[in-house]
């Protein structure tokens, strides 16, 4: 009688079955070893109040005619006369917005045209900015005005900011160390956001229409920004 002789190849069912058993094993492994305990999230703010030192202001040009030709001369001379007098003041930075032209109508019938064309101001001489302003508002009316913090110096205060929020961070790490009877930390991620909202400076309407009448300088006050840090982060125990 013929004995059957084995050979020593495995059969494919047995190589599938082992290579699954295998990655099953090295699945779970490293699902062991990708879990992390005694992880904590927290952040730490620091603010600063910061005087602010740019002024901005928007005055408008705007009119309405049957003819709108003559519309876009009109309110082109009042804006070239505005520009002639803002290139004048040394340290203002003066721009132009589009040129805006709306249809007027009564009932269904088209009775005219509406135009308007803003001037952009910005300067850190708020006297200075406030002077141009009510000198300009002889043929332009103010439509907004803001104060801020300058970017240069918005930069060095979050800079400073940012050194006391990664200090406040590490303090309130090993005070968590401490309290929970850790023998040190390690830092698993860690983010720092800054916040500096630009609110504007309200401007009474009525005030704007009585000074409109005058070149008198417009009385402003720059007011201050609150400039923040924040950063957050989790940190994983060591326990003993």
């Known amino acids: 009688m013929r004995r059957a002789i084995r050979s020593g190849v495995m059969s494919p069912v047995r190589v599938a079955g082992t290579a699954m058993l295998l990655a099953c094993f090295l699945t779970t492994a490293q699902a062991s070893s990708d879990s992390h305990y005694d992880r904590i999230q927290f952040r ?41 007098i803002a290139k004048g ?43 141009l302003v009510g000198e300009l508002q002889a043929r332009l009316q ?36 401490k309290n929970l009877q850790a023998t040190g930390y390690r830092i698993v991620d860690i983010s720092i956001n800054t916040s500096s909202p630009r609110p504007p ?11 409109s009448k005058s070149e008198s300088p417009v009385a402003v006050e720059a007011g201050e920004s609150e400039i923040g840090v924040t950063v957050s982060g989790t940190i994983e125990l060591t326990l003993p």
């Open 44 to 84: 730490a703010t620091e603010r600063e109040s910061v005087t602010n030192d740019t002024m901005h202001a928007t005055l408008g040009a705007s009119g309405e005619s049957s003819d709108p030709a003559k519309l876009a001369a009109r309110i082109n001379d009042a804006m070239n006369w505005a520009l002639g």
């Open 89 to 131: 003041y040394a340290g203002v930075t003066v721009g132009t917005g589009s040129y805006q032209t709306y249809p007027v109508y009564e009932k269904t019938v088209l009775k005219g045209w509406r135009a308007r064309q803003n001037l952009e101001l910005q300067g850190k001489d708020s006297r200075l900015m406030g002077r």
């Open 142 to 177: 103010v439509q907004s005005m803001s104060f801020s913090v300058s970017d240069a110096r918005r930069s060095g205060i979050e800079n400073r900011l940012i050194t006391r929020a990664l200090d406040a961070f590490k303090k309130r790490a090993d005070l968590v160390v």
């Open 201 to 211: 400076t309200p401007y009474p309407v009525g005030m704007m229409a009585a000074q």
